[in-house]
């Protein structure tokens, strides 16, 4: 009673207050793109700050009839003052910002920002305020999936494995770029989100353009660009430090500080991050750390910045899909599975053991890939890996028409991921991997023939790396020769070398192991204990991938009155070479070259001399090197019909290089008839902004041509194994994408998004396949026509409310649903009868979660306290699928998505 009787209290203490205030408030605006600043700091008479909102808006609660002063800070604008009169209503004062010319600016090198009712490309952009409100302590993928055509899934839960798709193009075919600088791997286009962990606490921004964007460069945005900024110097010094928890056990805990610009128009930021304990699956172990340097100083018309960046991390996985009965009983009756029958099929197959069916479904925390030595934990698929970034970068503008930005990068990676050499047995009671009579026999077997002292290890765990040096440098000079017309030109240079070999990683109980693998290697029985490797020996494969790149780009914008137009065309080479050292070293003399002729103990006769391994003619076997030209041509137009109505056309056509993969084989052959992949695309959409509401719908079509296999096919004939490639596999992207935002009062927000998709392969070609001798030992006929893209849902609804209860404090429901969405299959499985089948539907879901915030001030320092529930619904559902050989739920494997699940931070800063 007593406590009803105070809320009674202040209810009508606040009542009264309201009574006799009014509100005064505005939309930040920046004056060249008309956008919205978010995280403006706006303060009225001095006294009360606040922070812009994500649409700009801030607001103050003032007396009626008074004046007030207000002023503006934020980075790279001019100080803003002006004074207000406020009656007896409710009053707007809009601010309209100007850009400063006496600030450290961020190097706009090649970033390719899209502008709001300029630029005519789909995109959306998510800010630094929107991730530390959902991201929390997930991969920094998992929040696109509120933006239209996006697909992103955390795979199988190991902290930093997700993956995303746009527009049903996985992400070897998105281009991600951190601050204008590519990083997808260059052999083959993936980019790998553990390697970038603590990028969230840095972004300013992500843009997410969807289709072949705005970016300038011969990249691989077939299906999008990620655009993620990182942060730059602000105007003032800044402090903070954050702790998380989610409640599967993982903790992670950041700082950052910045010292605004000081004296002599230096700044520095630093940020780090520490991240430990487990992730959602069983034995998915995180342990990573992330650090971020950024200093810039400005000179005269010069800006130089250097930044480094990087995240060491190590983290347990889980890589194996399952069948359906095996993680849950009544999802797997849900999609028709027969669960008893499965699960008797798993607990009498050798391989698999997953379970039996008195013991039933294992959950969706359930790890195949781990089991037990000692008593202790042991996951045979452990990741780890560094890649620190460094970027060196200078700008010039002597004048406001001219601008040359140049920045140089080096990237350096080492790391790999784990496995067994062999596949171990399985306890079906446990449904672990029987690791202990694995370590129980290397510890007490001998091989008597190398050693009668040491163990030697028939299985172990051995380690795929896969290091790299790249170094590139990009350089680009713009100038507006007047009002209207804007030109751009820039080269693009790079070079990377990729190292990849197997290392005994662990062995499990034993002192060695006996590997032959290398043939330059000393043989025979006074040589044996060459063969005899420990931990951190190479063992298997060792070969080098070397990728040269050389382009030139260009633009052309022409801007007047509700017109702007671009053309951007841009070309590239690209050399490939494959360098085998465990393979017979080849003989090079002036004349000839004779190709892995010379392993260990080989003899070679040529021109009556004798040559060996060991001959300074001889050297480790090396490819030839191929080149492929590239390019692209983009131009679109953007139409204002009025100031809140615009359309847009882009429309452009890539030719894409192969990459390295589909280039060499692993015997260092070229593949026959390698054909760069060829994409034609056409987009519109439609804008619409008015006060409370604005809404955008695209529409596209994108035809591909060549697409390349995910992983490079190889056949088994009575002549041996040969790999291949395949040229002819089509697919049709065509779709419309819908997002909207509706501010449906001052504190109750509404934005939507919805997608609908037709993707396709539309193609079947017949591959032939030849020998060393180009001799043709096998063919392959497969159709794929007309079969639903896999691995990507195709239908997107989803929906998110944000209330402010109270300045400061509020509360988010989001909602996502996804549906149409395939398994994965490989298009050479569909031959015979099996042609242009479809693979199989997987069941259409929904997420409902949840997230708050509250941030509040003692004296100069400010908390921030928010949090999240994730799938509070608690629903069992399938991200990911590989077909299986039925073409049904029940032949087919999966990743499930996780639980419900919690995640708390606090945030303390100055």
Not at 546 to 554: C, E, T
Request: hydrophobic share 35%; net charge positive.
């Amino acid at each position: 009673m007593k406590n009803l009787l105070i809320i009674f209290c202040l209810f009508i203490g606040v009542t009264a207050f309201s009574q006799e205030t009014v509100t005064l408030s505005g939309i930040v605006t920046d004056p060249e793109t008309n956008e919205p600043i978010v995280d403006a700091v706006v303060a009225c008479d001095s006294t009360t700050k606040v922070l812009s909102d994500i649409d700009g808006k801030y607001t103050f609660q003032v007396a009626k009839n008074s004046k007030h002063t207000i002023t503006m800070e934020y980075y790279g604008f001019e100080n803003y003052k002006a004074e207000v009169s406020v009656g007896n209503t409710n009053y707007t004062h809009n601010i309209t910002l100007k850009s400063s010319d006496n600030i450290i600016d961020e190097v706009e090198i090649v970033r390719d920002v899209a502008k709001l009712r300029e630029t005519p490309i789909a995109f959306s952009n998510i800010s630094a305020k929107q991730i530390a409100e959902d991201l929390g302590t997930r991969d920094l993928p998992m929040i696109l999936n509120s933006t239209p055509g996006v697909y992103a899934t955390e795979q199988g839960g190991g902290s930093g494995d997700s993956r995303i798709s746009i527009r049903g193009f996985d992400q070897r075919n998105v281009a991600v770029m951190v601050d204008g600088v590519p990083v997808n791997d260059m052999e083959n286009g993936q980019v790998y989100w553990s390697n970038w962990d603590g990028l969230g606490d840095i972004t300013k921004t992500i843009q997410v353009q969807r289709g072949l964007g705005a970016s300038k460069l011969a990249i691989t945005s077939v299906g999008g660009t990620m655009n993620i900024m990182t942060k730059g110097i602000d105007q003032k010094f800044g402090v903070h430090a954050k702790q998380e928890v989610n409640s599967y056990g993982l903790y992670k805990a950041s700082f950052g500080l910045n010292t605004g610009l000081m004296k002599g128009n230096w700044g520095i930021s630093i940020a780090g991050s520490r991240k430990w304990g487990s992730s959602y699956a069983d034995a998915t172990f995180d342990d990573a750390w992330s650090y971020f340097f950024k200093v810039q100083k400005k000179f005269g018309k010069h800006l130089l910045s250097f930044g480094v960046n990087g995240a060491p991390q190590s983290h347990g996985q889980r890589t194996t899909k399952l069948p359906i009965a095996v993680i849950d009983e009544k999802l797997a009756k849900q999609t028709g599975v027969d669960y008893l029958r499965q699960l008797d099929s798993v607990g009498k197959t050798s391989n698999l053991y997953y379970t039996t069916q008195s013991i039933g479904a294992r959950g969706n925390k359930y790890n195949p890939n781990y089991g037990m030595i000692n008593g202790e934990v042991f996951n045979e698929k452990v990741n780890y890996f560094h890649k620190p970034q460094f970027n060196l970068s200078h700008s010039w503008s002597p004048n406001n028409k001219f601008n040359w930005t140049t920045i140089a990068y080096l990237s350096i990676g080492k790391g790999g991921g784990t496995a067994t050499k062999n596949t171990p047995a399985r306890d079906t009671t446990t449904g672990l991997y029987n690791f202990q009579g694995i370590y129980d026999q290397n510890s007490t077997s001998f091989s008597n023939l190398y050693s009668t002292t040491e163990h030697s290890s028939s299985n172990y765990l051995r380690s795929a790396n896969n290091d790299h040096k790249w170094g590139g440098i990009i350089t680009s000079v713009s100038y507006k020769i007047n009002e209207r017309i804007s030109t751009l030109f820039g080269l693009d240079a790079r070079y990377y070398r990729g190292s990849h070999y197997q290392t005994i990683y662990d062995l499990m109980g034993g002192d060695y192991a006996i590997d032959n693998s290398d043939k330059n290697q000393p043989k025979g029985l006074s040589n044996l204990g060459y063969a005899m490797k420990r931990v951190g020996d190479k063992v298997s494969y060792y070969n080098d991938a070397i990728v040269m790149w050389g382009g030139a780009f260009g633009q052309v914008e022409y801007k007047k009155n509700k017109w702007s137009t671009f053309l951007t065309g841009s070309l590239s080479e690209t050399g490939n070479q494959r360098i085998d050292f465990f393979k017979k070293k080849d003989l090079v003399f002036a004349d000839t070259t004779m190709r892995q002729v010379v392993g260990y103990g080989d003899t070679v006769l040529y021109n009556g001399q004798k040559y060996t391994n060991q001959s300074a003619e001889a050297r480790a076997a090396t490819t030839d090197r191929k080149w492929f030209l590239g390019g692209t041509i983009k131009g679109g137009v953007n139409y204002n019909i009025t100031k809140s109505q615009n359309v847009f056309m882009n429309v452009g056509y890539l030719s894409i290089a192969p990459k390295m993969n589909t280039v060499f084989d692993n015997n260092n052959f070229p593949f026959l008839e390698t054909k760069n992949q060829k994409v034609s695309s056409i987009e519109l959409g439609y804008g619409y902004r008015v006060k409370k509401f604005a809404a955008n719908v695209n529409l596209y079509y994108t035809l591909w041509k060549n697409k390349p296999p995910q992983y490079t096919p190889s056949v088994v004939t009575p002549d041996g194994t040969f790999s291949y490639n395949i040229n002819g596999l089509d697919a049709l992207h065509k779709g419309i994408e819908v997002d909207f935002n509706y501010n449906i009062t001052k504190k109750l927000n509404f934005e939507g998004v919805f997608t609908l998709a037709d993707w396709k392969t539309i193609s079947g070609t017949k591959v032939y396949i030849v020998d060393n001798n180009g001799q043709m030992v096998d063919s392959v006929d497969f159709s794929a026509k007309n079969v639903h893209v896999g691995d990507a849902a195709q239908l997107q609804i989803g929906g998110s409310f944000r209330y402010e209860i109270i300045k400061d404090l509020y509360v988010k429901v989001r909602y996502t649903f996804f549906g149409k969405n395939f398994a994965n299959f490989d298009p050479l499985a569909l031959v015979g009868a099996n042609k242009d089948r479809e693979s199989w539907q997987m069941p259409s879901y929904g997420l409902l979660d949840f997230n708050f915030g509250y941030t509040f001030r003692v004296s100069k320092v400010y908390f921030t306290l928010n949090g999240g529930i994730m799938n509070i619904l608690d629903k069992v559902y399938i991200t990911d699928s590989q077909n299986g050989a039925n073409f049904d739920a029940s032949s087919a494997t999966v990743f499930v998505g996780m639980g419900r699940r919690f995640n708390l931070g606090l945030k303390i800063g100055i």
